[in-house]
């Protein structure tokens, strides 16, 4: 069974910082990884999408890198501001499934004035 | 394109009651799914289409049915509803993969804004 990990549970940075949000997943034959934010009370917004051939996506100052092999994924922020408060998700696509998605329990980001 | 809506936003049932959570998008997307999300569980899925007339369980399908008359509804049905229902519920939807034609497609998922249920 596919499982998604998500460290660290919650992050607090100060704005302008560089910063990177982990994903791990167990099984590897994946077809596509997804990053989400949610903000409190919302539903969910795709940030970016890489597919399992790809190594990374960038979008703005989102750049989202996939190493299927080792089960990893990381989003890098570039120069946060407060406005990226929220919380990301990452979900994987398992090959043959048909888009079901499974879900990492997310990172609750903060970043301060 | 109002792209994916659910109703209503908020709910609360008594527990036995059924009722049926409302979802539809606007953009010809094949693939519709539900999954509740609930806390230190991250989302689950409920039931998932992959097109008009054609559903399948997913991860957490007990006490739920759906049905798929159009390509552009897909309803949630409690039928009795139980405490351990209480959950905040999200409707997504992708196109289907392949891309066929009208440009590249991808199965993003879209979101819509959820319902919060509380069964008492």
């Known amino acids: 069974k596919q499982e998604v990990t998500q460290i660290p549970a919650a992050l607090s940075v100060p704005e302008g910082e560089n910063l990177v949000l982990n994903c791990s997943f167990t099984?590897?034959?994946?077809?596509?990884l997804q990053w989400f934010r949610q903000d409190p009370g919302k539903g969910l917004t795709s940030l970016l999408l890489i597919q399992s051939s790809q190594r990374e996506q960038t979008s703005g100052r989102l750049n989202a890198s996939l190493d299927k092999s080792s089960g990893r994924s990381t989003l890098y922020i570039a120069a946060s501001q407060p406005g990226d408060s929220a919380t990301y998700l990452c979900a994987v696509r398992k090959t043959g499934t048909a888009s079901k998605l499974t879900f990492g329990t997310g990172t609750r980001l903060q970043v301060t004035l | 394109n109002a792209g994916v809506t659910q109703t209503p936003k908020f709910q609360v049932l008594k527990t036995g009651q059924s009722m049926t959570l409302q979802c539809a998008q606007d953009m010809n997307h094949e693939y519709m799914s539900w999954y509740r999300q609930d806390p230190g569980m991250g989302l689950r899925l409920i039931h998932y289409s992959v097109g008009a007339g054609i559903t399948d369980q997913g991860e957490v399908p007990n006490g739920y049915n759906v049905s798929r008359s159009t390509t552009e509804d897909f309803p949630l049905r409690l039928l009795s509803a139980a405490p351990s229902q209480t959950s905040v519920y999200f409707c997504a939807s992708s196109f289907r993969l392949p891309g066929t034609s009208g440009g590249a497609r991808t199965d993003t998922q879209y979101f819509g804004p959820g319902t919060r249920l509380t069964v008492l």
């Open positions: 099984d590897s034959a994946i077809y596509n």
